[in-house]
């Protein structure tokens, strides 16, 4: 158990919906990772949140967005969903900005139908 | 950060040693030789890091060249728990830039056979 948590563990929606995935750093944690893991693709970083600021971007769509609460948890927002972002989403903590470390939680599987 | 190169597919022998080799001939001298493993659609684990020296750690020993181009990840004791798709990622240690993030390419999925 790496100690971060990600709800939901799977989730089937329709296209053109909208989605939130929530993730719960390890304790003591104050950085987030989100990546996006498909067949074709590979991992792929999305975005990562320092202290409840954005701290670096990658590949991620205009679609998508997220956040870091107060409390430090996580939530990504993926918007008017298409049958290409069906993927497993994963999210990681570390304790710094720049941690050698990565803590990943166990992902949410995103099937767009 | 420097490109890495793995092969795709290993097979090792249940509690033979496990040697993963990667090259990194373009890595620069604040980059970190990294080692992470995803055991099948579970979230990647780190497993050891390393820049110039050698490292050992409860789960394996990480040997790097002297002229940095390349590194073997060694699983002393390889057993079936240990298959899966095994990362090396080469990443700068600094606080400047976005060019700290980890970067996995398609890594090398170690077989362990009973």
């Known amino acids: 158990d790496s100690g971060v948590t990600q709800t939901p563990k799977h989730l089937i929606t329709a296209t053109g919906q909208r989605v939130t995935l929530r993730c719960s750093p390890r304790?003591?944690?104050?950085?987030v990772y989100w990546y996006q893991q498909s067949l074709d693709q590979g991992l792929q970083f999305l975005i990562q949140y320092y202290n409840g600021e954005e701290r670096a971007k990658g590949n991620i769509l205009e679609r998508f967005s997220a956040q870091q609460f107060p409390d430090l948890h996580s939530e990504l927002n993926l918007s008017s969903l298409e049958l290409g972002d069906s993927a497993l989403y994963f999210c990681a903590s570390s304790r710094d900005r720049v941690d050698e470390k990565l803590f990943f939680g166990s992902g949410t599987q995103l099937s767009v139908l | 950060d420097a490109k890495t190169t793995q092969p795709p597919s290993m097979d090792c022998a249940e509690g033979r040693a496990a040697n993963l080799p990667c090259n990194h001939s373009?890595?620069?001298?604040?980059?970190?030789v990294y080692w992470y493993r995803q055991i099948h659609s579970q979230g990647p684990q780190y497993i050891i890091h390393?820049?110039?020296n050698n490292e050992t750690n409860e789960m394996a020993s990480l040997i790097i060249t002297e002229d940095r181009k390349s590194s073997t990840l060694i699983l002393p004791h390889a057993t079936l728990r240990d298959t899966a798709v095994y990362y090396c990622i080469v990443r700068a240690s600094n606080s400047g830039g976005s060019n700290y993030k980890l970067t996995f390419g398609k890594g090398t999925l170690l077989t362990v056979n009973p």
């Open positions: 373009t890595i620069s001298g604040n980059e970190y």
């Open positions: 390393g820049l110039k």
């Open positions: 304790s003591g944690d104050l950085s």
